[in-house]
Structures are given as C-alpha cells and as structure tokens.
Nanobody, 125 residues
Framework: QVQLVESGGGLVQTGGSLRLSCAAS????????MGWFRQAPGKEREFVAS????????THADSVKDKFTISRDNAKNTMYLQMNSLKPEDTALYYC??????????????????WGQGTQVTVSS
C-alpha cells in the first residue's frame, strides 16, 4: 500500500511559479509510474503529466507542456511538478497518483491505484 502526500500549493499571481511535491511511502517508489492530475470546480479530473518508474520517460498534457515539468527523485521517494507561467485557468486541486505499472506511461486516471489528498493551486489575475 502506497501513501501519497502532496505539498507546495498556494496562491500565486499570473505569470508566477510553483513547485509541487508528492512524497511517497509504503512501497518501492521506483516500482511505480507516477502522475499528476488536476480538478477545477465543476470540471472533471484532468491529466497533467506522467512519468515512468525510472524517470526515463515522461509526458505532459498539451495544455501544460510548455509550462510544466514533471520529475522524480527516487532516492528521496518524491515526485515534483514545476509549474511556470501560471494562469488563472491553472487554478485547481492538484493530485498525485501512483500505479504499479512502472514501465508504462498512463494518462487515464482509472489506471492509477493510489491517490493523494490533493494540494490547492490558485492563480490570481
């Protein structure tokens, strides 16, 4: 059983940056593909980025690929999401997720078995 805890969210002005962290415990971190998702009020959960267990392969949603970067440090059991050039439309609750399919990039939230509680990101105009 993997436990995930997100941190790093907050209030930032348009054009600002934040770095989200997802700390994992209870499993072999490199054995999990990890992902970031977000959900704005009244909207469905949306894929943001995914990274395989080794960190060798990653992908980002088209809406964020020029602004956000997913990474991981397996020695620290932590995944990150560097978010730059933030806009009000990036406002959402951001979740991290884990799947034991460690070598496969996953974009569908149904493919992930473990979820954190989320961290709020609010971008003011």
């Amino acid at each position: 059983q993997v436990q995930l805890v997100e941190s790093g969210g907050g209030l930032v002005q348009t054009g600002g940056s934040l770095r989200l962290s997802c700390a994992a415990s209870g499993g072999t971190f490199s054995g999990y593909t990890m992902g970031w998702f977000r959900q704005a009020p009244g909207k469905e959960r949306e894929f943001v980025a995914s990274i395989t267990g080794s960190g060798a392969v990653r992908t980002h949603a088209d809406s964020v690929k020029d602004k956000f970067t997913i990474s991981r440090d397996n020695a620290k059991n932590t995944m990150y999401l560097q978010m730059n050039s933030l806009k009000p439309e990036d406002t959402a609750l951001y979740y991290c997720a884990a799947s034991p399919k460690w070598s496969t990039l996953l974009l569908d939230p149904n493919g992930f078995d473990y979820w954190g509680q989320g961290t709020q990101v609010t971008v003011s105009s």
